[in-house]
Each structure stands twice: as structure tokens, then as C-alpha cells.
Nanobody
């Protein structure tokens, strides 16, 4: 089992910044990827950003140039630096970890989510 614990959400004014963290613990071994998703009220969960096993990091068009994902492998921690926040960024942000085996996702884990509210 893998546990993901997010932190860093809160209320911020438009144009402000926040940094989310996601600490992973448990049986993490072999190949795994991590990313951030979000779900706004009345909408489906969507990908925000994701670090693949190889290749370039993926960002949703709506956050390119404003959000930056990073990963500290030694600490098994994922970060999301969010800048120039907009009201439409308001959502619950979820940390995701996928364990890959033979080129497919064998196990998928989610954090409990952290609320980000952008409002004046």
C-alpha cells in the first residue's frame, strides 16, 4: 500500500502564489510516476501536470507558464508551485502516484485532496 498526504492548500487572492506538497510513503519501489489533478465543483477531475517515466513533463494548457511541478526522489515528495493564480484555478487538488509494471499502470493511488480557493 501507498499513502499520499497533500498539504499547502488554502485561500489566496488572484495573482497570488501557493505551493502544494505531496508526501508519499509505503511500498514504493520499481517504476512510478507522480502528478497533480484537480476537480472543480460540478466538473470532472482533470490532469494538471504529470512527470512521466521518460520525456518531458506534461502540463495542461490552462496552467502552462504558471505552474511548475517538481519531485524530490530522496524524500518521495512531489511539489506543485502555483503562481499567477486565477479564480478558475479554484478546485480540490489531488496528488496521484502510479506504479508501472511491464509498461502499464499496475497500481494507482490518490491523496485525500487539498482545497485551493482563489478569490478576492
Amino acid at each position: 500500500q501507498v499513502q499520499l498526504v497533500e498539504s499547502g492548500g488554502g485561500l489566496v487572492q488572484p495573482g497570488g502564489s501557493l505551493r502544494l506538497s505531496c508526501a508519499a510513503s509505503g511500498n514504493i519501489f520499481s517504476s512510478y510516476t507522480m502528478g497533480w489533478y484537480r476537480q472543480a465543483p460540478g466538473k470532472e477531475r482533470e490532469l494538471v501536470t504529470w512527470i512521466p517515466l521518460s520525456g518531458n513533463t506534461i502540463y495542461a494548457d490552462s496552467v502552462k507558464g504558471r505552474f511548475t511541478i517538481s519531485r524530490d526522489n530522496a524524500k518521495n515528495t512531489l511539489y506543485l508551485q502555483m503562481s499567477s493564480l486565477k479564480p478558475e484555478d479554484t478546485a480540490i487538488y489531488y496528488c496521484n502516484l502510479d506504479i508501472w509494471e511491464r509498461h502499464v499502470v499496475a497500481h494507482r493511488y490518490w491523496g485525500h485532496g487539498t482545497q485551493v480557493t482563489v478569490s478576492s
